[in-house]
Structure formats: C-alpha cells, structure tokens
C-alpha cells in the first residue's frame, strides 16, 4: 500500500520519533528483510548509503550540540515568527530525517493500490517493522545469514542510534525552553543577562541617542512596564523577540532608565538604577579627590606627582563594589574621567590597568587579614571624606 513519509516538525513528531527508534532489534530487521528479495550487491549498496546517512547525521549531531548549549542562553532568537521550536530543531537536522526515512521504508511492503479517497494513507513510522509495525520473530535467528547482512544490520543499529541522539537533544532543548518559561527567577537571569552584553555592545548607539535627548518609544518596553507583573512578563517574552526587536529595546530601556535615573550610560551599567545611592557617593568622591588626604594611612594618592597611583584605584575598585571583572576596563575609564574633569583637579594623569594589576600582585605576598585590614581602613577614611559635603 502507499504510505505516507512526510514527518511534521512538531513536537509530537519528535516525541513519537523518540519513542519508535529504540525499538529497533534483529527480529524486527530480520522479518523486514525477509519481504524483500535482496541479493548481495543490493544489500551493500544499501549499507553504503546507511553509512554516508550516518555521516551527515553526525555533523548534525555536532552542531546540533553547539546549538543546544547556547541557545535557551539567548533571551531572544530568530526566525521564532514563523517557526516554532520545534520547527527550528528539526531543520536543523533534515538530514537525519530523510536518513531515517529512507532507511526505514525500505523494510515496509509496499504496494500501488490506492487507497479510497475518504482515508489517509498510514504513515512510514507506523507501519515499518523495523519499528513500530507488525513484525514476526525469524525461527532461526542470525545463523542463515552472512556477514553482509550483518554488516549491514550493525550499521544501520549505529545509525539510528546517533538518529536517537539527536531528536533526543532537540526534545532537551524544547524542555529546558518549557521549564524557563515556568520560572521566573531563572528566566529572569538569562534576561539580565543578555541584557548586559547587549548594552555592552550598543554602547556607542546608546550614547550618541542619549546625548542627542532622542525621545525614543518602544511597544516592548511599554508592554513590560505596563504589565502588573513585569517579571513574569519578561518570562512571558522569552524566545518571543526577534534580534532585530531585542537590540532596539535594550538600547530605548537604557536611554529611558538613564533619563528616569539621572544617571549616565557607564553608571547605569556599572551600578544600575537600584544603587543610585551608591553612584552619587561615587560622584562625590571622584568631584572632590584633590582635597582627599590619607597621610595617616602612610598612603599617597599621586605617588608620582600628578598620577592617581595604582594602589589608590586597587582599593577605590572594592570602594566602589565593582564585582565583575568585565566591568573593570568601563569603571577605569568613568573614574579617570570623573576626576581629571573635576573643578579645581591638582591631577594629570589617572594610572592604567596594569598598575593596577601590578599592586594586586604585590598583594599576594600580604596576608588576608592584613589586606581586609587595609580595605577596612581605606574604606572607613573614604565614608568619613565625603560626609563633609
């Protein structure tokens, strides 16, 4: 009878592809065998073709793995407009699709006769004996035949195991896509997340708007702002937005945030909205530096005369909270130009990284207690300057 080899991308699909490639075994192979009169040249001619299916299954196997690792990472993704999940995964692997469907046809008797016009013909996967379909146990096992058959059988077993590997990662990746949605604290990282490095690299856009006072309106960021629950509306979003959507609204979030803040580009990324507090003791510090003394600390700012030494930035970084060593290069360049813009400033030079680094190596031959000691001291004498403006 004819049947029906098309395999919808969904879900289900994958689901019920998962359940039948297991049940692959000799018997099944033996019987399909059985309803075909191959001889010796056909039965390597199909092992061959197993084989290069195999070999392009494994490629997909392999990015199919890249792809799974990094891909409920990314808050937003493309094509998701006109393509499910689901979608997305199986054409990643088309290959192993047809590989599997050419494979498993081959055991299925087959015939021309049409079927009437008011029923569907059934479907390959239902009805192959390799699987799923109706199958009988061969009497007298393997021992009839050789080792072209069983090379074959080998081949096909390896092949249809990587198969399984594979619709096994696309289903993964579908879960794992479900159960982010169903957390909000989790999703909700991978929002921050890629926020961050979005904003980091849309540095210059959001500058040049910013100071450019571009009123900018975005239907994404109203629909979060508007919503009653706005985190369970960003979960509500996820692998909702295309890559084109998300940009925009990273960069209209961050010239809104900074406006409704008061803050600029670099302390909205260094400290965000929610450590206001923290910028404007920052801002405070910075715009009064020259008056800062701490002789009593045995410690000089300007080692050499006019330089913010290495040592001094080594403990403003801890002063100033800044955790992530990805923000260092962004805080070195907002501290420099805080203070040599400052009224009244008695420096011209603010030390680079690798003073920096170089005092933190210093540190290594000092002990732990001695070095909280010191931050301690250093941290108490800055809190104590700025409570003077």
Request: some cysteine; overall charge negative.
């Amino acid at each position: 009878m004819i049947l029906d080899r098309h395999i919808d991308k969904t879900e289900e699909s994958l689901q019920m592809l998962d359940d039948s490639l297991p049940q692959a075994s000799v018997d099944r192979f033996l019987y399909g065998l059985k309803l075909h009169n191959w001889d010796e040249e056909a039965i390597m001619a199909f092992t061959i073709k197993i084989r290069n299916s195999h070999s392009y299954a494994l490629l997909e196997n392999t990015r199919l793995t890249k792809w799974k690792a990094t891909f409920n990472e990314e808050y937003a993704t493309n094509h998701n407009k006109y393509f499910t999940t689901a979608e997305s995964a199986m054409n990643r692997m088309r290959s192993t699709l047809k590989g599997i469907t050419d494979a498993i046809i081959k055991f299925c008797y087959r015939s021309n006769k049409a079927l009437p016009a008011d029923v569907d013909a059934p479907m390959v996967l239902e009805r192959t004996p390799l699987l799923k379909g109706p199958y009988s146990k061969d009497m007298f096992g393997t021992d009839l035949y050789g080792k072209t058959v069983m090379l074959l059988f080998e081949e096909l077993i390896s092949y249809l195991n990587t198969a399984e590997d594979n619709v096994t990662i696309c289903l993964d990746v579908i879960a794992r896509e479900n159960y982010l949605r169903e957390h909000i604290d989790e999703v909700n990282e991978v929002y921050d997340k890629c926020f961050e490095d979005t904003f980091r690299n849309n540095r210059s856009v959001i500058k040049r708007l910013k100071e450019s006072n571009a009123n900018l309106d975005n239907d994404i960021l109203k629909t979060i702002e508007d919503a009653e629950d706005a985190q369970q509306m960003i979960a509500d979003l996820f692998h909702m937005l295309n890559l084109e959507e998300w940009n925009d609204f990273v960069v209209c979030k961050a010239i809104h945030d900074a406006n409704k803040a008061g803050l600029d580009k670099k302390e909205l990324f260094l400290w965000g909205e929610e450590r206001k507090e923290k910028v404007m003791l920052v801002r405070k510090l910075l715009g009064h530096l020259s008056d800062l003394d701490l002789s009593d600390q045995n410690m000089k700012i300007d080692k050499q005369e006019g330089v913010v030494s290495g040592e001094f930035l080594m403990r403003l970084l801890v002063w100033c909270d800044i955790n992530e060593n990805s923000s260092h290069s962004v805080w070195l360049e907002y501290v420099t130009d805080k203070i040599l813009s400052a009224q009244e400033c008695r420096f011209t030079k603010v030390a680079k990284s690798g003073a920096i680094k170089a005092e933190r190596k210093k540190m290594a031959f000092v002990g732990n207690d001695e070095i909280k000691k010191l931050q301690n001291t250093f941290n108490m004498a800055l809190d104590s300057f700025i409570d003077n403006f």
